[in-house]
């Protein structure tokens, strides 16, 4: 059985594992104070082009927007996110738990646009509701859609023009940067959002996520905000060391043009077999949908998450690659696909 289900079951990249079995003895400061973090971190701006952003290494995805979101809201205020978005429906309510409520806007393609943040902020007024202060979204977004540079420019623009916060989710930003459609640059967003995160679980690392923070106001006391959530390791080095190793030749960028590689190759079969799709998603996650028939069919041997009822006869599924995929894994479901296009 092959999972598809999502792009962090296999452990790290051999190099990153190899990277901390030479170090291993080394002894090192704790809380990401060692030297290895501090080299990350260096190289991080260095490929940001930005030197005047502050870094910091944290564990996981939903650590790091619990801490972000709770350490730049003050206590009335609320993000405010697509009716898709992970910290509205994937992260068992931790926005909620820190005490700021998340303000759902209902999307087509996964991605907010001026217009969705407007009606929020038409629908909130005075004192008596929650103010809307933060604007969360993902590239790639949790169906697989992108941002183009235009899109980002023009969020960006709004949100600066109404006093909101802008930040970026990157739990998959390697697959989004590397998209044949994508015509942003890692640089691009150091100016265009007010913080980020660079995802290094879902992208060869055994876990780790690279938290750019971009505005000045936002920066004090952030190492503060990171140890009441849980978030500051004694052992950084595990952070600091796996982030030098991804960007210290681009591992980080040919490891996601591999996953989105093969999405490509599953997808381009699937639309040849004449089968239409969820959402266009130019990324490493893909939504097919098939009759029910051919998805019992394959769930004989893969293992994926059946995204959406479309009718009586048909549902969405969803595909997710990784950088450890195999062309070979893909070539037996791509044979699969073309034996069900014959029968």
């Known amino acids: 059985m092959y999972s598809f289900k999502d792009d962090y079951s296999e452990g790290a990249h051999p190099r990153i594992l190899e990277a901390l079995i030479q170090t291993n003895l080394q002894q090192m400061k704790g809380y990401g104070e060692d030297e290895y973090t501090r080299e990350a971190i260096e190289l991080i701006k260095k490929k940001l082009k930005h030197r005047d952003v502050d870094v910091h290494l944290l564990s996981g995805g939903t650590?790091?927007?619990?801490?972000?979101?709770?350490?730049?809201?003050?206590?009335?205020?609320?993000?405010?996110?697509?009716?898709?978005g992970h910290i509205l429906i994937h992260e068992t309510g931790a926005i909620e738990a820190t005490g700021h409520k998340v303000l759902s806007c209902e999307v087509r393609d996964g991605k907010l646009a001026p217009n969705h943040i407007q009606a929020v902020l038409d629908a909130h007024t005075d004192e008596h509701m929650v103010k809307p202060r933060l604007v969360y979204i993902s590239n790639p977004t949790e169906i697989g859609s992108i941002y183009s540079k235009g899109e980002l420019e023009e969020l960006s623009r709004y949100c600066r023009s109404h006093g909101l916060i802008l930040y970026l989710d990157g739990a998959r930003l390697g697959s989004a940067l590397c998209s044949e459609e994508n015509d942003l640059e890692l640089s691009d967003l150091g100016t265009l959002v007010d913080a980020f995160y660079i995802g290094g679980t879902k992208n060869g690392a055994l876990?780790?996520?690279?938290?750019?923070?971009?505005?000045?106001?936002?920066?004090?006391?952030?190492?503060?905000?990171?140890?009441?959530?849980?978030?500051l390791l004694a052992k950084g080095r595990v952070l600091g060391l796996q982030f030098l190793e991804l960007f210290r030749d681009d591992l980080y960028f040919e490891l996601a043009r591999h996953a989105n590689a093969m999405a490509k190759l599953i997808k381009t079969e699937i639309g040849a077999a004449g089968y239409r799709f969820f959402t266009h998603?130019?990324?490493?996650?893909?939504?097919?949908?098939?009759?029910?028939?051919?998805?019992?069919k394959l769930q004989e041997e893969y293992a994926f998450y059946v995204w959406a009822k479309i009718d009586e006869d048909h549902s969405a599924i969803r595909l997710v690659t990784s950088w450890a995929t195999s062309e070979e894994v893909v070539s037996a479901l791509r044979e699969e696909i073309r034996k069900a296009a014959r029968n």
Not at 218 to 230: A, P, S, V, Y
Not at 281 to 296: C, E, K
């Open 207 to 231: 876990l780790g996520e690279a938290l750019v923070i971009c505005k000045d106001s936002l920066k004090d006391d952030f190492r503060f905000h990171i140890k009441q959530k849980g978030g």
């Open 281 to 296: 998603s130019p990324s490493n996650q893909i939504f097919p949908i098939l009759p029910n028939w051919l998805i019992a």
């Open 63 to 84: 650590q790091t927007n619990l801490t972000v979101i709770s350490a730049f809201l003050r206590p009335h205020e609320a993000a405010i996110a697509a009716s898709t």
